[in-house]
Protein backbone atom coordinates (compact mmCIF):
# COMPACT_ATOMS: atom_id res chain seq x y z
CA UNK A 1 0.00 0.00 0.00
CA UNK A 2 1.61 3.40 -1.07
CA UNK A 3 2.30 5.37 2.33
CA UNK A 4 2.15 9.14 2.37
CA UNK A 5 3.59 10.84 -0.32
CA UNK A 6 5.01 14.31 -0.26
CA UNK A 7 6.57 16.25 -2.66
CA UNK A 8 8.92 17.68 -3.62
CA UNK A 9 11.58 15.82 -1.85
CA UNK A 10 14.26 18.84 -1.75
CA UNK A 11 13.93 22.78 -3.01
CA UNK A 12 15.94 25.17 -2.77
CA UNK A 13 14.84 28.09 -3.47
CA UNK A 14 16.02 32.16 -3.51
CA UNK A 15 14.21 34.60 -0.72
CA UNK A 16 11.12 35.82 -1.24
CA UNK A 17 9.83 33.09 -3.79
CA UNK A 18 7.04 31.11 -3.59
CA UNK A 19 7.22 27.75 -2.26
CA UNK A 20 4.38 25.04 -2.55
CA UNK A 21 4.94 22.08 -0.84
CA UNK A 22 2.18 19.11 -1.69
CA UNK A 23 1.11 16.02 0.11
CA UNK A 24 -1.44 13.04 -0.46
CA UNK A 25 -2.28 10.92 2.97
CA UNK A 26 -3.23 7.86 2.97
CA UNK A 27 -6.46 6.62 1.59
CA UNK A 28 -8.98 6.65 3.87
CA UNK A 29 -7.84 8.66 6.36
CA UNK A 30 -9.53 11.62 8.08
CA UNK A 31 -6.74 13.44 9.79
CA UNK A 32 -3.53 15.49 7.69
CA UNK A 33 -1.03 17.01 9.49
CA UNK A 34 1.85 19.69 8.38
CA UNK A 35 4.98 19.33 10.82
CA UNK A 36 8.46 21.30 10.53
CA UNK A 37 11.30 20.13 11.73
CA UNK A 38 14.80 21.91 12.68
CA UNK A 39 17.49 21.20 14.65
CA UNK A 40 16.89 23.59 16.82
CA UNK A 41 13.12 23.40 17.51
CA UNK A 42 12.25 19.41 16.56
CA UNK A 43 8.90 18.43 15.23
CA UNK A 44 6.47 21.26 15.24
CA UNK A 45 3.26 21.28 14.35
CA UNK A 46 2.11 23.69 12.26
CA UNK A 47 -1.75 22.62 11.39
CA UNK A 48 -3.89 19.59 10.92
CA UNK A 49 -6.98 18.85 9.07
CA UNK A 50 -9.76 16.90 10.13
CA UNK A 51 -12.15 15.51 6.97
CA UNK A 52 -10.10 18.63 4.99
CA UNK A 53 -11.25 20.83 7.10
CA UNK A 54 -8.39 22.80 9.61
CA UNK A 55 -8.91 22.28 13.05
CA UNK A 56 -5.70 24.05 14.78
CA UNK A 57 -3.83 26.67 12.60
CA UNK A 58 -2.09 27.68 15.60
CA UNK A 59 1.08 26.33 14.86
CA UNK A 60 1.38 28.28 11.27
CA UNK A 61 4.63 30.93 12.31
CA UNK A 62 2.98 33.93 10.14
CA UNK A 63 0.65 35.06 7.59
CA UNK A 64 3.46 33.51 4.98
CA UNK A 65 2.40 30.49 5.45
CA UNK A 66 -0.74 29.03 4.39
CA UNK A 67 -2.48 25.54 4.02
CA UNK A 68 -4.90 24.36 2.38
CA UNK A 69 -6.99 20.84 1.62
CA UNK A 70 -9.49 20.80 -0.95
CA UNK A 71 -10.03 17.21 -1.06
CA UNK A 72 -9.64 14.27 1.02
CA UNK A 73 -6.82 13.07 -1.52
CA UNK A 74 -4.73 16.31 -1.16
CA UNK A 75 -2.96 18.74 0.45
CA UNK A 76 -0.36 21.98 0.13
CA UNK A 77 1.37 24.55 2.40
CA UNK A 78 2.77 27.25 0.59
CA UNK A 79 5.13 29.97 1.89
CA UNK A 80 4.82 33.67 0.16
CA UNK A 81 7.15 35.09 0.62
CA UNK A 82 9.73 32.47 1.59
CA UNK A 83 12.76 33.81 3.82
CA UNK A 84 15.99 31.59 5.31
CA UNK A 85 14.60 31.13 8.20
CA UNK A 86 12.00 28.46 6.69
CA UNK A 87 14.87 26.30 5.98
CA UNK A 88 13.52 23.16 7.59
CA UNK A 89 12.09 19.59 6.83
CA UNK A 90 8.39 19.50 6.41
CA UNK A 91 6.47 16.75 7.14
CA UNK A 92 3.04 15.88 6.05
CA UNK A 93 1.34 12.95 8.44
CA UNK A 94 -2.21 11.41 8.38
CA UNK A 95 -3.83 9.21 10.57
CA UNK A 96 -7.41 7.47 11.06
CA UNK A 97 -9.61 8.25 14.09
CA UNK A 98 -10.99 4.51 13.69
CA UNK A 99 -7.61 2.88 14.59
CA UNK A 100 -7.50 2.22 18.39
CA UNK A 101 -3.77 3.00 18.32
CA UNK A 102 -3.89 6.43 16.80
CA UNK A 103 -0.36 5.95 15.10
CA UNK A 104 1.04 8.81 12.70
CA UNK A 105 1.99 7.64 9.62
CA UNK A 106 4.93 10.30 8.20
CA UNK A 107 5.90 11.17 4.39
CA UNK A 108 9.65 10.93 3.94
CA UNK A 109 9.51 15.16 4.29
CA UNK A 110 10.00 17.67 1.66
CA UNK A 111 13.93 19.16 2.46
CA UNK A 112 13.63 23.22 1.84
CA UNK A 113 16.48 25.49 1.59
CA UNK A 114 15.77 29.13 1.02
CA UNK A 115 18.69 31.35 0.25
CA UNK B 1 6.39 25.30 28.65
CA UNK B 2 6.95 22.18 26.43
CA UNK B 3 4.50 19.66 26.43
CA UNK B 4 7.03 17.23 25.85
CA UNK B 5 10.40 16.99 27.89
CA UNK B 6 13.15 15.05 26.73
CA UNK B 7 16.81 15.02 27.41
CA UNK B 8 18.16 15.40 24.09
CA UNK B 9 22.23 13.17 24.56
CA UNK B 10 23.55 12.08 22.50
CA UNK B 11 23.88 8.72 24.56
CA UNK B 12 26.63 6.99 22.96
CA UNK B 13 26.70 3.11 24.28
CA UNK B 14 29.00 0.24 22.98
CA UNK B 15 27.05 -2.85 21.20
CA UNK B 16 25.24 -5.35 24.34
CA UNK B 17 24.20 -2.28 26.47
CA UNK B 18 21.68 -1.44 28.31
CA UNK B 19 19.98 2.10 27.81
CA UNK B 20 17.31 4.26 28.95
CA UNK B 21 15.19 7.28 27.82
CA UNK B 22 12.97 8.91 29.88
CA UNK B 23 10.83 11.73 29.17
CA UNK B 24 7.87 13.77 30.81
CA UNK B 25 4.46 15.23 29.37
CA UNK B 26 2.88 18.14 31.31
CA UNK B 27 -1.12 17.40 30.17
CA UNK B 28 -2.39 15.46 32.72
CA UNK B 29 -5.26 14.81 30.52
CA UNK B 30 -2.83 13.17 27.79
CA UNK B 31 -4.64 9.83 26.65
CA UNK B 32 -1.82 8.19 24.82
CA UNK B 33 1.51 7.52 24.37
CA UNK B 34 3.94 6.46 22.09
CA UNK B 35 7.86 6.22 21.17
CA UNK B 36 8.45 7.23 17.82
CA UNK B 37 12.05 6.19 16.24
CA UNK B 38 13.84 8.47 13.78
CA UNK B 39 16.91 7.60 11.49
CA UNK B 40 19.22 10.15 9.92
CA UNK B 41 17.10 12.23 6.94
CA UNK B 42 14.43 9.55 7.38
CA UNK B 43 10.74 10.18 8.62
CA UNK B 44 9.60 9.42 12.49
CA UNK B 45 8.35 5.64 12.72
CA UNK B 46 6.48 4.41 15.22
CA UNK B 47 8.44 2.40 17.49
CA UNK B 48 5.71 1.23 20.17
CA UNK B 49 2.63 2.51 22.21
CA UNK B 50 3.00 2.91 25.73
CA UNK B 51 0.21 1.00 27.48
CA UNK B 52 -0.41 1.89 31.37
CA UNK B 53 0.67 -1.59 32.73
CA UNK B 54 3.91 -1.16 30.47
CA UNK B 55 4.85 -3.25 27.85
CA UNK B 56 7.51 -5.15 25.90
CA UNK B 57 8.54 -6.07 22.52
CA UNK B 58 11.65 -8.04 21.86
CA UNK B 59 14.42 -5.74 23.32
CA UNK B 60 12.45 -3.01 24.11
CA UNK B 61 10.17 -2.02 26.98
CA UNK B 62 8.26 0.96 27.53
CA UNK B 63 6.57 2.04 30.72
CA UNK B 64 4.16 5.04 31.95
CA UNK B 65 4.07 6.21 35.33
CA UNK B 66 0.47 8.68 34.66
CA UNK B 67 1.07 9.68 38.56
CA UNK B 68 4.60 11.55 37.61
CA UNK B 69 3.84 11.89 33.94
CA UNK B 70 6.68 10.05 32.96
CA UNK B 71 7.09 7.90 30.22
CA UNK B 72 10.25 5.72 29.77
CA UNK B 73 11.94 3.30 26.88
CA UNK B 74 14.53 0.61 27.74
CA UNK B 75 16.32 -0.78 25.06
CA UNK B 76 18.28 -4.43 26.53
CA UNK B 77 21.18 -5.96 24.42
CA UNK B 78 21.56 -2.81 22.15
CA UNK B 79 22.68 -3.70 18.09
CA UNK B 80 24.21 -0.98 16.11
CA UNK B 81 20.93 -0.71 14.04
CA UNK B 82 19.55 0.72 16.93
CA UNK B 83 20.95 4.04 16.40
CA UNK B 84 19.00 6.82 15.78
CA UNK B 85 16.90 9.61 17.52
CA UNK B 86 13.97 8.24 20.08
CA UNK B 87 10.49 10.59 20.08
CA UNK B 88 8.82 10.81 23.04
CA UNK B 89 5.29 11.50 21.67
CA UNK B 90 1.97 12.10 23.38
CA UNK B 91 -1.99 12.67 22.50
CA UNK B 92 -4.57 14.41 23.85
CA UNK B 93 -7.19 11.67 22.32
CA UNK B 94 -7.37 8.37 21.36
CA UNK B 95 -8.83 9.13 17.94
CA UNK B 96 -6.24 10.66 15.63
CA UNK B 97 -5.50 14.48 16.81
CA UNK B 98 -3.22 16.60 18.91
CA UNK B 99 0.15 14.83 19.01
CA UNK B 100 2.84 16.56 20.46
CA UNK B 101 6.40 15.36 20.02
CA UNK B 102 9.48 15.93 22.09
CA UNK B 103 12.62 16.81 20.93
CA UNK B 104 14.10 13.77 20.44
CA UNK B 105 16.91 11.64 22.40
CA UNK B 106 19.80 10.60 20.10
CA UNK B 107 21.31 7.40 20.58
CA UNK B 108 24.42 5.63 19.09
CA UNK B 109 25.57 2.39 19.12
CA UNK B 110 29.16 1.76 18.96
CA UNK B 111 30.91 -1.41 17.91
Known sequence: ?115 | RKEVEQDPGPFNVPEGATVAFNCTYSNSASQSFFWYRQDCRKEPKLLMSVYSSGNEDGRFTAQLNRASQYISLLIRDSKLSDSATYLCVVSLTNTGNQFYFGTGTSLTVIP
Not at chain 1, 84 to 98: E, I, N, T, W
Open chain 1, 1 to 115: DAGVIQSPRHEVTEMGQEVTLRCKPISGHDYLFWYRQTMMRGLELLIYFNNNVPIDDSGMPEDRFSAKMPNASFSTLKIQPSEPRDSAVYFCASSFSGMNTGELFFGEGSRLTVL
